[in-house]
């Protein structure tokens, strides 16, 4: 199986700051890597796929990169709405997604 | 827009079966290019992927759960289901049905639609 480890596990930060999470695959996985939202009790929305390309929808503040093994997803600009978990999934192999990086207000 | 829904008990007792379904609206489970997908989420902890079906009915499973799932499709109730066996208190958490996507053939699938998720608890 591969895993993937994200970091941080929690973070705070004020609205209109740049706010980056990396994501750490157990082995390479080609930027067979996807990034989702989960506000509390909702359903996870996709936000990027193959590392980099922005799902339908998504504004622009969000961007993701990396190659290998470490990932990285980016907010340009913190809004209010963006207070949330963030998750990564390789899809490589089988699927597994990351822990979670919880995005709270400073 | 595709919507998915999941509907089935809230509450299992241990060494029971859990049975859930997905019912699919906005687009057909028929049409093909899509892995319909269960996905869980242990309360307060993060995703963790059971398995797929395709339209054609082949399956796919998450090797940990392999010898206790089971994912059936009704492609004439647009609809696709979820058994999971001889469950216990670890299998409590929320179910999400979701459509998964292969942004390229040979890869697993990414989900783009999910379902609002359905909380099933195991206790006697």
């Known amino acids: 199986d591969i895993q993937m480890t994200q970091s941080p596990s929690s973070l705070s930060a004020s609205v209109g700051d740049r706010v980056t999470i990396t994501c750490r695959a157990s082995?390479?996985?080609?930027?067979?890597l996807a990034w989702y939202q989960q506000k509390p009790g909702k359903a996870p929305k996709l936000l990027l796929y193959?590392?980099?390309r922005l799902e339908s929808g998504v504004p622009s503040r969000f961007s993701g990169s990396g190659s290998g093994t470490d990932y990285t997803l980016t907010i340009s600009s913190l809004q209010p709405e963006d207070f949330a978990t963030y998750y990564c999934?390789?899809?490589?192999?089988?699927?597994?997604f990351g822990q979670g990086t919880k995005v709270e207000i400073k | 827009q595709v919507q998915l829904q999941e509907s089935g008990p809230g509450l299992v007792k241990p060494s029971q079966t859990l049975s859930l379904t997905c019912t699919v609206s906005?687009?057909?489970?028929?049409?093909?290019?899509?892995?319909w997908s269960w996905i869980r989420q242990h309360p307060g902890k993060g995703l963790e992927w059971i398995g797929y079906?395709?339209?054609?009915?082949?399956?796919y499973y998450n090797p940990s759960l392999k010898s206790r799932v089971t994912i059936s499709v009704d492609t004439s109730k647009n609809q696709f289901s979820l058994k999971l066996s001889s469950v216990t208190a670890a299998d409590t958490a929320v179910y999400y049905c979701?459509?998964?996507?292969?942004?390229?053939?040979?890869?697993?699938?990414?989900?783009?639609?999910w379902g609002q998720g359905t909380l099933v608890t195991v206790s006697s």
């Open positions: 082995q390479g996985i080609s930027n067979s």
């Open positions: 999934q390789q899809y490589y192999s089988t699927g597994t």
């Open positions: 906005g687009g057909s489970i028929s049409s093909g290019g899509y892995y």
């Open positions: 193959a590392a980099s």
């Open positions: 979701a459509r998964g996507i292969r942004f390229l053939e040979w890869l697993s699938p990414h989900f783009d639609y």
């Open positions: 079906i395709y339209y054609s009915g082949s399956t």
